[in-house]
T-cell receptor, first 114, second 115 residues
Framework: SAVISQKPSRDICQRGTSLTIQCQVDSQVTMMFWYRQQPGQSLTLIATANQGSEATYESGFVIDKFPISRPNLTFSTLTVSNMSPEDSSIYLC???????????FGQGTRLTVV | AQSVTQLDSHVSVSEGTPVLLRCNYSSSYSPSLFWYVQHPNKGLQLLLKYTSAATLVKGINGFEAEFKKSETSFHLTKPSAHMSDAAEYFCVVSATNTGFQKLVFGTGTRLLVSP
């Protein structure tokens, strides 16, 4: 199994500012994933972060808005840039334990933009 | 492309009665399917998974699901609901052709359990 720590757990931010969310895993993993869960909605994959290469973004998400870093095999950050109230969501980090097995999730970062 | 449809946004049951949460999937490939549970203000927890082995899958906390290819369904059941089962449940399909676990989530079903 994998234990994932996300920081911060929640934040209230002013529009136009940026927030960086950290994801730390207790073991080395190849792939890390960032999801967004808008209020009352399901999870949507933002991007996949592979160590040593640029993140791969899903349709509707762009690097300028959601830059991602993956400096090593246990850590990643997601930045939400130039925030607006529409960015208010829970952002979750995820890793997989192995191909086609279980995905583990962090507790999430609850972001409110005012 | 893979997708899942959760047929009910809310399901209400009484404690001690059976639970049925419905999920239909669409996949161009042999799918891997999962059910995750999300309790309020907590992270996601895997309940069970189907990965082309036995079609009846048993999970944690007395939950089970049956993979029916002919019906493209993967419904979640439990014989007797407990108050602690009240949560949001997500049916999830894995895009297995990508070489890694890209998950596609359903819209979720909120299970309400009354005394």
């Amino acid at each position: 199994s994998a234990v994932i720590s996300q920081k911060p757990s929640r934040d209230i931010c002013q529009r136009g500012t940026s927030l960086t969310i950290q994801c730390q895993v207790d073991s080395q993993v190849t792939m890390m994933f960032w999801y967004r869960q808008q209020p009352g909605q399901s999870l949507t994959l933002i991007a996949t972060a592979n160590q040593g290469s640029e993140a791969t973004y899903e349709s509707g998400f762009v690097i300028d808005k959601f830059p991602i870093s993956r400096p090593n095999l246990t850590f990643s950050t997601l930045t939400v840039s130039n925030m607006s109230p529409e960015d208010s969501s829970i952002y979750l980090c995820s890793v997989e334990s192995g191909y086609d097995t279980e995905a583990f999730f962090g507790q999430g970062t609850r972001l409110t933009v005012v | 492309a893979q997708s899942v449809t959760q047929l009910d946004s809310h399901v209400s049951v009484s404690e001690g009665t059976p639970v049925l949460l419905r999920c239909n999937y669409s996949s161009s490939y042999s799918p891997s399917l999962f059910w995750y549970v999300q309790h309020p203000n907590k992270g996601l927890q895997l309940l069970l998974k189907y990965t082309s082995a036995a079609t009846l899958v048993k999970g944690i906390n007395g939950f089970e699901a049956e993979f029916k290819k002919s019906e493209t369904s993967f419904h979640l059941t439990k014989p007797s609901a407990h108050m602690s089962d009240a949560a949001e449940y997500f049916c999830v399909v894995s895009a297995t052709n990508t070489g890694f676990q890209k998950l596609v989530f359903g819209t979720g079903t909120r299970l309400l359990v009354s005394p």
